[in-house]
């Protein structure tokens, strides 16, 4: 709660500051998480550490889809100018979102990516991406106006409608096979890994007339 006469909105960037900070440390602690549920065999014997390629399989894909949305969140914020309850609350719901990935990554580990684990894990990375398109949404009213960032928010919002299409096709597709699934959810970080390529150019162009 805010004290008598304090006005969040007057936080500026020490305020954006504080929730970066903030953040970071839920996301570096996801990502522990993640890697305290890599154990070792007992045995020493290379087939039985093969055995386990499910778990550092789940493990990259969603070390991956963490580190997208940590790398966004750090240039979206970069355009922020201003601290307001519905940024901090979206905020939270966003890392909340986040924090469910580690027990749907070992879900889907232990059980050898099976059709319903599929579905388990592609519902927990199809929330960050419902929750985000609110967080950025405030940030675009709330922060800078200039054209560098009206450029920045057309492509990542058409980008994130893409993301979003290919998660919810993932789902659906999951019904066929898992490994179609995880095929969809695969292409969205490689279409978040090409920062600079042309579908970012073309993502970030103007529509004629809109």
Same mark, same amino acid.
């Given at each position: 709660?805010?004290?008598?006469?304090?006005d969040p909105d007057q936080e500026g960037r020490a305020g954006i500051g504080r929730i970066e900070a903030f953040s970071d440390g839920v996301v570096a602690i996801i990502v522990t998480i993640m890697v305290l549920e890599l154990?070792?065999?007992?045995?020493? %014997?290379?087939?039985?550490?093969?055995? $386990? +390629?499910?778990?550092f399989l789940a493990y990259i894909l969603s070390y991956a889809f963490v580190a997208i949305y940590w790398v966004n969140h750090h240039r979206l914020?970069?355009?922020? %100018?201003?601290v307001t309850n519905?940024? $901090? +609350?979206?905020?939270i719901l966003l890392l909340f979102t986040l924090s469910l990935v580690p027990f749907a990554t070992a879900y889907l580990g232990e059980h050898h990516f099976s059709r319903e684990a599929t579905w388990l894990y592609l519902g927990a990375v199809l929330l960050p991406g419902i929750v985000y398109p609110w967080l950025q949404g405030i940030i675009r009213r709330t922060g800078r106006q200039d054209a560098a960032a009206l450029a920045y928010h057309l492509g990542t919002v058409r980008k994130g409608h893409i993301a979003l299409g290919l998660y919810v096709?993932?789902?659906?597709?999951?019904?066929?096979?898992?490994w179609l699934g995880i095929a969809c959810a695969g292409a969205v970080a490689i279409l978040w890994f090409l920062p600079s390529s042309g579908i970012d150019r073309a993502l970030a162009r103007p529509r004629q007339g809109g």
């Open positions: 709660m805010t004290a008598a006469g304090d154990h070792p065999p007992v045995a020493e %014997r290379f087939d039985i550490l093969w055995s $386990l +390629w499910p778990v914020f970069s355009y922020a %100018r201003r519905a940024l $901090l +609350w979206a905020n096709a993932g789902l659906a597709l999951t019904a066929l096979s898992p």
